[in-house]
């Protein structure tokens, strides 16, 4: 007995009701038409699902291999099938030219959050992406496709490495080191939590060196996060190059779909299975390339705002400066927010870049935003209660300062009990103040 | 009022007519020196400095002689009572390993969180005298997310259970890779609690543990720790797959304690309904405490230690107000800082009663009480040991009570002490081989790592379990490998301690359009308490069963208010598929082998509260259950019980009973759970079986047209598809199975059958207590008592005093 039999009886599925005629003959006539046929479909389905459907057979028989895209490489750990494409420098990759994508290393720093990728250029980047049998981790998750991108004389180059069965996959990690080891930095999307850690398993598992360990790396997914995602329903990848980076995908296949997809591959060998994933994969590797491009657009020139910025995503780049330490860029970009003009971004800009003059002691230029804050919005607490805390502490114009306490106590909303209370608290110690001053007594605190 | 010590209460209960008329054993175990061996030479100086520093100039004789084997590379198990200092038996030889290689690793398995908690507090205060560069971490569910990839890296001691090496730790062995390329031990304690399905599964966990090491070029040393039971060293053999060295004599110090096992008092002989457990427990705990005599009072359920903490409560405050707060309840669910106050209070004698669930008995850290009282047989030899070590300072005498419930359990142990006091005959029987674990294993194994040809797993032809699951689309060959080819992550969908995941659920409908989940049933009993027109009562509000929806695990209910409760009837059908051994023994034919077990509930009677009268029938229409499985099973020769002085139908009733017995006491036996084996009284050859289920009163004659010729037969069988390992013990150690039930029924006081011996009397009617003595007596082929039988089970009481007390109570 085979040990799916087995299986089958130790568990009662059903194995032995087939051998004894007569309950389940009995049992037949008390069930509805619908039941019967509803069981007959059952045993149908699980004999189809049965009968055995070759997997490698149909492809060793020769059909598909043609059929896929690519070239067969040859590594030191056997072969595996490359596709290799390009995108021109003047074509279009959703609204922009991929020769359009410049990545001053400066940026790539900040929106990294680390300084290391100051010595390379552009060309030395490696963007990467792979997709898999799973999205569960583990060891057991295996990446069969890996697509690679990277600029090479102003074009983007995409090679996909392929692996047609699962025998392949040292030599297509074999052929992802001899790429890597070309360049010196990645990108991903996710690659932090996902794509590295896969291949960093599969290097394991086939006792090769990983050669992306200790590579810098850029994953976009954090950045783009923090500067698009606050507008967004989710800062997927599908997601961004749709809303932001204007990028159309006729037809492309679920990624939830793609497991399910490589499983029928290998059991059908219909590469009609593979060249919509191969597809897909290629897109994304495009797509990175020109969001990288589009997020350090975003920091701007000197001369003024990126073209086409969205506000906000520049507020949210500013204080991603603010974090990382980029005060100059923070300040450029914040006084140009705030020259803009008036508005709630305005004001998030002043309120941003003032408070960053605060604390490096630029006490005049501080408080002249919050003149203009307090110009345009007469009624901004914000402000008001900043410049009453200049003046009563470094211009000493008590007076001023107890003008502008008192127009604060006049705009706040009648439930803001704690507001209300430090007000007084300062109107008091002003007033204090101003009363020593006019006895000749000037007791700073 | 004037104090008495221990010795001096122990020696008032010794002289107390009345309460010495229920006990059943009154045991002297004395106090033994220990036999010492000098600190290894080889042993390192910094760890020979740390050890004399916390007081160990010496090391037990065992403890030495663990450390020489595992230095020569040994695997071994180490069989002592508690508190025999086995954790230095492990620590030593990996704070060993470590000082000599900085990079080395250890893994420890404990089966709960709290135990690893222990473990983590007692290697670190010896890690610490070290310097602390060696590092030891507990990895588990609490663990937080930012401290694990510190604890993979650095921890040179990692501590965690099954569960968690099964879905945390294998399944990403890659990130793991530190710990497995460097592992030189592992050590799994509490042996013991690894048997059944749990340890079944925990055989093939460690079977891809070896096999993960083994890709990182490592054959860790397997170190292991059990409480007494009769197999040691087999189980750990089985267990891990490696030969074992035994070590099972203490060189440890042991202070003098009494042990009483006592029997409340019979007060309906009736029906068998002695005393309840809690009356005596709560009169000895008061007067210990009144003594100021620290008490731990273990009992079996959450609600029983609430009610025995307030009567308790109740006591001591009524014999001194405001002294309620010397008494504390401690159960699982308490919070740390409730925990921590409570030791603390133990520790300062603010304390004088605890009382906790038999699943505390490991991992709490209250220090040593003086008396410790058990309401209700732990379930184990080993768990009593366990339990009654809790009470016992190092110089001072010490106290353990036993008090019996009415189950079988308790009755035989407190009735025979012999078979606690003379030398464990428990087995752990775990069958890892098992076709449904062991697919599920080679699942998770093929996940972690492709199979390669020639490579094996378990006993089995694993080549077949490849081409079975490439069949269903779960794996993929290519080049002599077999790879996982599902999205799933296979360890997710296993659980190591149950049998089936699939609980059916109870939804209420009684309001129009509404659905409220007010229970759920696991899918055996769904089967007998939610089929339709079922009562299924929770928190004794009455619903009315609408629908059963096996296919989406739903049962519909309404609220109803009706007088009756229903009762399924099911009958079960056992058919004799292969058998693997034969032996004539007495009159009887023993065999085990391969069944196959049809269940089928088909129909239900409608009981009326309190009068208990049948007031109507009603028919049940679902699928019946088929099952294979492994049993034991003995059949006798129906022309010798036809000589015996009872009719056909009262014979049957006392095969029944005698099995109800033989049932219980096998899974004493085996330290199961009574619903991991079950019962059938049947004949051999499968045309005529007893009518006979769970809660449903048997019919007391055979099936469709009684034959009159037939074998009749007593099944037990292993509630597990695929069996669980129990059947051939039971075949093998028959006689004594048979001449413990005779025990266990002739010394039940009982007029004819109670829970405590041969089931309830109204279920098996009122000669069968009788009749199965005399199918024992004709089975066994003479008395049982002349019979040789192994000594664990027979030897004499050596207590004169108590065996005479037990004569008396009985005749």
Redesign the interface.
């Given at each position: 007995m085979?040990?799916?039999d087995?299986?089958r009886?130790?568990?009662?599925e059903g194995g032995?009701?087939r051998k004894e005629q007569p309950?389940q003959a009995r049992e037949e006539e008390?069930r509805s038409k619908d039941e019967r046929i509803d069981d007959l479909r059952r045993r149908i389905r699980e004999i189809l699902e049965?009968r055995?459907s070759g997997?490698?057979a149909a492809r060793k028989s020769g059909i598909p291999r043609g059929a896929l895209p690519g070239e067969e490489v040859r590594t030191r750990r056997g072969s595996v099938l490359v596709n290799s494409s390009r995108i021109l420098r003047n074509d279009f990759h959703g609204k922009r030219r991929i020769c359009e994508t410049a990545m001053p290393m400066d940026r790539i720093g900040v929106l990294a959050g680390r300084s290391v990728f100051s010595p390379f250029r552009c060309e030395d980047a490696l963007f990467l992406d792979t997709e898999t049998?799973?999205?569960?981790?583990?060891?057991?998750t295996?990446p069969f496709l890996v697509g690679l991108g990277w600029f090479e004389g102003g074009n983007f180059v995409v090679n996909q490495i392929f692996a047609r069965?699962?025998?392949e996959e040292a030599a297509l990690l074999t052929c992802l080191s001899d790429v890597a080891r070309e360049r010196k930095f990645l990108v991903t999307f996710n690659g932090r939590a996902f794509d590295l850690n896969l291949l960093?398993?599969r290097y394991?598992?086939n006792r090769i060196d990983n050669p992306l360990s200790g590579m810098p790396h850029l994953d976009l997914l954090f950045p783009s996060r923090r500067l698009l995602g606050h507008r967004l329903e989710n800062s997927r990848l599908a997601t961004l190059e749709k809303m932001v980076l204007g990028v159309r995908r006729d037809y492309d296949v679920p990624s939830s779909e793609i497991?399910?997809r490589y499983?029928d591959w290998?059991?059908s060998g219909n590469a009609g299975l593979m060249t919509d994933v191969l597809e897909h994969n290629r897109m994304d590797v495009a797509t990175m390339a020109v969001l990288v491009g589009h997020l350090c657009d975003l920091f701007g020139s000197a001369d003024g705002f990126a073209a086409a910025a969205d506000g906000s995503d520049l507020l949210a780049l500013a204080r991603m400066c603010i974090d990382r330490g980029e005060k100059f860029t923070a300040e450029r970009l914040l006084a140009d927010l705030i020259a803009a003009g008036p508005g709630p971004l305005g004001t998030d800009a002043g309120t941003e870049l003032s408070l960053l003059y605060k604390r490096s002691g630029r006490w005049a230029e501080a408080a002249g935003i919050w003149e203009t804050m307090a110009g345009r919005d007469p009624g901004c607490l914000f402000a008001l209660v900043e410049l009453a805390k200049w003046h009563e502490h470094k211009t000493k114009n008590f007076r001023t300062a107890e003008a502008l306490v008192a127009k604060a106590l006049d705009n706040l909303p009648g439930d803001d009990i704690d507001w209300r209370e430090a007000l007084l608290y300062r109107l008091a110690r002003i007033q204090r103040k101003m009363g020593c001053n006019q006895n000749g007594v000037n007791r700073e605190e | 009022m004037e104090r008495l010590t221990l010795e001096e209460i122990i020696s008032r209960f010794r002289s107390d007519r009345r309460f010495m008329e229920n006990v059943r054993a009154f045991r002297e175990i004395p106090a033994a020196a220990g036999r010492f061996s000098p600190l290894p030479a080889w042993l390192h100086p910094r760890l020979r400095a740390v050890l004399e520093a916390r007081g160990f100039q010496n090391l037990y004789e065992h403890q030495a002689e663990a450390l020489e084997l595992v230095r020569r590379g040994r695997d071994v198990v180490l069989v002592t009572p508690t508190a025999s200092g086995k954790t230095l038996c492990y620590n030593i030889p990996v704070l060993q390993r470590a000082l000599e290689a900085p990079d080395s690793r250890a893994l420890y398995l404990f089966p709960t969180k709290a135990l690893a908690q222990d473990q983590l507090k007692e290697f670190g205060e010896m890690a610490r005298g070290l310097g602390g560069e060696i590092k030891s971490h507990t990895y588990d569910g609490d663990t937080p997310d930012d401290a694990r990839q510190a604890i993979r890296r650095q921890a040179n001691v990692v501590i965690t259970n099954p569960d968690m090496l099964h879905a945390g730790i294998l399944?990403?062995?890659?990130?793991w890779?530190k710990l497995f390329s460097s592992l030189d031990y592992v050590v799994i304690d509490e042996l013991h609690t690894y048997r059944g399905v749990f340890g079944s599964h925990l055989a093939n966990v460690i079977r891809r543990l070896r096999r993960i090491a083994r890709f990182y070029g490592k054959d860790p040393l397997f170190i292991c720790c059990s409480a007494t039971v009769a197999n040691p060293g087999e189980h750990a053999a089985r267990l891990v797959g490696k030969e074992f060295a035994l070590i099972d004599r203490s060189g440890a110090p042991r202070a003098a304690k009494t042990f009483i096992f006592y029997n409340p008092p019979v007060v309906n002989r009736e029906l068998g309904i002695r005393q309840s457990a809690l009356a005596p427990a709560r009169k000895i705990a008061l007067q210990l405490m009144g003594n100021g005599i620290q008490t731990i009072l273990f009992a079996g359920s959450r609600l029983t230690v609430e009610v025995l903490t307030k009567y308790l409560k109740d006591g001591a405050e009524k014999r001194e107000p405001g002294a309620e707060k010397v008494v504390a309840g401690y159960r699982g669910g308490y919070l740390p800082e409730l925990r921590r106050r409570i030791e603390c209070d133990l520790r300062e004698k603010n304390i004088l009663g605890v009382v906790g669930t038999n699943a505390l008995e490991l991992g709490i850290d209250i220090g040593e009480l003086d008396a410790c009282i058990m309401v209700g047989y732990p379930g184990s030899i080993a768990g009593t040991w366990q339990q009654s070590g809790r009470a016992g300072r190092r110089a001072d005498r010490s106290l353990a009570l036993l008090i019996a419930r009415s189950s079988p359990m308790d009755q035989f142990i407190t009735e025979n002490p012999e078979y606690f006091f003379a030398g464990s005959p428990e087995h752990c029987r775990i069958n890892p081989d098992n076709?449904?674990i062991l697919?599920s294993h080679i699942k998770c194994a093929?996940?972690?790592?492709?199979f390669e040809e020639g490579e094996s797993f378990g006993e089995?032809?694993l080549e077949?379990?490849l081409?079975?699951l490439?069949?269903?689309?779960i794996l993929?060959?290519?080049?002599g490998?077999w790879?996982?080819?599902?999205?799933?992550?296979?360890a997710n969908e296993i659980g190591l301690r149950s049998i089936d995941a699939e609980n059916v659920v109870v939804v209420d409908v009684t309001e129009k359009g509404g659905r409220r989940v007010i229970a759920e049933v696991d899918w055996d009993s769904a089967f007998t308490t939610v089929h339709e027109h079922a009562i299924y009562m929770v928190e004794s509000e009455q619903y009315h069963v609408d629908r059963l929806d096996l296919d989406r695990r739903e049962a519909h209910v309404r609220k109803v208010d009706v007088d009756y409760y229903t009762d399924a009837m099911t009958y079960t059908d056992i058919r004799v598929l292969d058998g693997f051994e034969t032996k004539q023994d007495g009159n009887a034919v023993v065999e085990h082998g391969e069944v196959?077990v049809s269940r089928k509930v088909v129909g239900y009677k409608k009981i009326k509260f309190y009068t208990a009268e049948n007031v109507g029938y009603g028919e049940v229409?679902l699928p019946?259950?088929?099952?294979?499985?492994t049993s034991y099973w003995f059949t006798l020769p129906l022309a010798m019980l036809d000589t015996l002085p009872y009719t056909r139908a009262e014979m049957i009733d006392g095969l029944c009973g005698l099995a109800y017995a033989v049932h219980h006491i096998a899974a004493m036996i085996l330290m199961a759970d009574i619903r991991d084996m079950d019962r059938c009284v049947a004949d051999r050859s499968g045309r005529w079986f007893v009518h006979f289920g769970p809660g449903g009163r048997k019919p007391a004659s055979a099936g469709s047209d009684s034959p009159e010729n037939f074998d009749p037969t007593v099944f037990i069988y292993d509630a597990y598809?695929?069996g669980i390992g129990f059947s051939d013990l039971l075949f093998r150690i028959h006689r004594d199975i048979l001449a413990a039930a005779f025990r266990l029924i002739s010394s039940c006081p009982c007029a004819a059958g109670c829970p405590g011996c041969v089931g309830p009397v109204l279920d098996v009617g009122y000669r069968a207590k009788k009749a199965a003595l005399s199918v024992i007596e004709t089975a066994l082929g003479s008395p049982p008592r002349k019979s040789p039988a192994p000594p664990a089970l027979e030897t004499g009481g050596k207590n004169g005093r108590t065996e005479s007390v037990r004569r008396k109570g009985r005749k």
């Open positions: 085979s040990i799916g087995k299986l009886r130790i568990r009662g032995a009701g309950p008390g049965r055995p997997p490698a049998t799973g999205l569960s981790g583990g060891t057991g295996f069965d699962f025998d960093a398993t394991i598992l497991p399910q499983f290998l059991r | 399944p990403h062995h890659t990130k890779q076709l449904l697919v093929a996940f972690e790592l492709p089995e032809k077949e379990f081409a079975y490439e069949e269903k689309g993929h060959s290519a080049n490998r790879y996982w080819t599902a999205e799933h992550y296979p196959k229409s019946e259950r088929e099952m294979h499985t598809p695929g």
